[in-house]
């Protein structure tokens, strides 16, 4: 099946797997070629797309995933490869989060941010 994962910043993938898993607002979901049409809103969460060349890891926060013709398509509000997460950054960001959260439990800017953080440092290091 043809898959196409786009950001705002980039195309992240573009072509033939085998195999696509994402994570939706309702839970983890694979597809499979001649998979049913499908249009889900996506979680922050891993994203793994089968290719020739092995598993692709990426770390996606929200967007939507739709599927049609045996294509999928992900359009994610903010999308990185496990090869281009930068650790070091990732780490500051989910320190920066859990301090927000000690002054103030209930800021949901900060648990979004220690979420995406926290997704990216499991990604990164598989």
């Known amino acids: 099946m043809q898959v196409e994962l ?3 910043e980039a195309i992240l993938f573009s072509g033939e797997c085998s195999q696509v898993l994402t994570r939706t607002l ?5 597809f499979l070629s001649n998979h049913a049409a499908f ?3 996506l979680d922050v969460g891993e994203t793994q797309l089968w290719t020739d060349d092995g598993v692709m890891a990426l770390a996606v926060n929200r967007g939507f995933v739709e599927v049609s013709s045996d ?6 509000d903010e999308a990185l490869a496990a090869a281009d997460i930068d650790v070091d950054e990732a780490q500051t960001d989910l320190d920066a989060a859990v301090t927000a959260l ?3 439990p209930d800021d949901e800017a ?3 941010a220690q979420q995406w953080a926290s ?3 499991r990604v990164a290091n598989g």
Do not use: K, W, Y
Request: hydrophobic share 55%.
């Open 119 to 121: 997704l990216r440092l």
């Open 26 to 30: 309702d839970g983890d979901i694979a």
């Open 6 to 8: 786009v950001s705002p």
């Open 102 to 104: 000690v002054q103030d």
């Open 110 to 112: 900060a648990l979004a």
């Open 71 to 76: 294509t999928v398509t992900i359009l994610s």
């Open 39 to 41: 249009i889900g809103a």
